[in-house]
């Protein structure tokens, strides 16, 4: 390990020597051409394994959520979404700019989950006044938080009497999936089952460089085809990138637990010291909220100490696999150091 411990995020880790072996040895084609054999070769391994009809891959998370808003939802269409999520806080609006499509939050629970009262009471009749419900959108993770498989279920059954679609932002599908006993895939294809599509992220906790998965239906994918070339992110010799998803796919799914005994570690560590209040982590986030009047100057101070970390009152710190033990024990010292200085 380097000097310095990067807690800020799981998407900053570097291919492994393996993974960039994976990608130096990628055949190669024009993938606008359906040409690359690498890119095809993770698209149907990712169709195989979590059970779906076809897959795309797209440059980024937030291109292959908006490219599944755009082709579950027409101009005028409505999805239901929580305020907390990815595809409705974090992607700068593009479903609404880019795509004509209204969105419809509501508000998140605590354990990440929206209430059914919520998603019916959000429901539209058909009439000319309203905008067309078409989708609903879950997350898991959320907030490194697993959602319950019965509210998933529950929510699935409630959208599907109405006769709306369901798509899950399962950029960190993996991590959700590492979170409960049993092999990883089988726990993903089951977390994945009930939805229409599903986008998958390799450049967080798997360790990809770039890069995500969007499944579902053979049309449906087709029609994300013609939007991703609408967005810009079709791309040609994407074998490169699609070889290193694809390592993480093989290689980099059970290793997700070493990153989730990090993160309970690291809480533990943290517990107890006082002007820190630990949140439980489920996967591989560890909140931590901080007295208000110290806040100020951690950050700062857990980075002259080489650790990097983000927030201000409640500090997130994200394990993946570029970090430790010793680099997880370090950040429990400083951050331990701060709060024993007057
Ligand atoms: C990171 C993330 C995305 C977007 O991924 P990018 O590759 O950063 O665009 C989408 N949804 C969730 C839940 C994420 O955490």
């Known amino acids: 390990m380097s000097g310095i411990v990067d807690l ?19 055949p190669l084609g024009d993938d606008v051409f359906g040409d690359d054999p690498s890119v095809n070769a993770l ?8 059970g779906f009809e076809a897959a795309l891959f797209l440059p980024s998370g937030t291109q292959s959520n908006l490219v599944a808003l755009m082709s579950h939802c027409g101009r005028g269409d409505e999805y239901i979404v929580g305020q907390q999520q990815h595809c409705y806080r974090w992607e700068a609006g593009g479903a609404a700019v880019l795509g004509s499509i209204q969105p419809q939050p509501l508000t998140q629970q605590a354990d990440g989950s929206l209430l059914l009262a919520d998603i019916k009471a959000a429901i539209k009749p058909d009439d000319p006044h309203f905008a067309r419900s078409r989708l609903l959108c879950l997350e898991n993770t959320i907030g490194g938080q697993v959602l319950d498989p019965a509210y998933v279920r529950a929510a699935q059954a409630l959208a599907r009497r109405h006769g709306l679609s ?7 599908l993996f ?14 294809r089951a977390i994945c089952a009930g939805f229409d599509s599903v986008s998958v992220c390799f450049s967080k906790g798997l360790g990809a460089p770039v890069g995500s998965v969007l499944c579902g239906s053979r049309d449906f994918i087709d029609r994300a085809r013609r939007w991703r070339k609408m967005c810009g992110g079709a791309m040609r010799q994407a074998g490169l990138l699609a070889a290193a998803a694809h390592y993480a796919l093989d290689h980099h799914l059970e290793r997700l637990r070493t990153d989730h005994a ?15 209040q630990v949140q439980a ?19 700062p101070f857990l980075k002259e100490r080489g650790v990097l970390a983000t927030g201000l009152y409640r500090l997130r710190f994200v394990t993946h696999l570029d970090v430790d033990e010793v680099g ?15």
Not at 166 to 172: P, S, Y
């Open 8 to 26: 800020r995020s799981d998407t900053v880790t570097r291919p492994t020597a393996g993974m960039r072996a994976a990608m130096a040895a990628a």
């Open 43 to 50: 698209q149907a391994a990712v169709v195989e394994r979590l």
């Open 166 to 172: 369901l798509h899950l932002d399962g950029a960190r």
């Open 175 to 188: 991590n959700a999936a590492a979170a409960a006993p049993g092999e990883v895939l089988a726990n993903a």
């Open 262 to 276: 990090l993160a309970q570690r690291l809480a533990a560590g943290l517990q107890g010291i006082a002007g820190v």
């Open 281 to 299: 982590p489920h996967t591989n986030i560890v909140f931590a909220d901080v007295a208000p009047e110290r806040s100020a100057g951690l950050i």
């Open 328 to 342: 997880v024990d370090r950040a429990i010292a400083a951050v331990r150091a701060y709060f024993s200085e007057a």
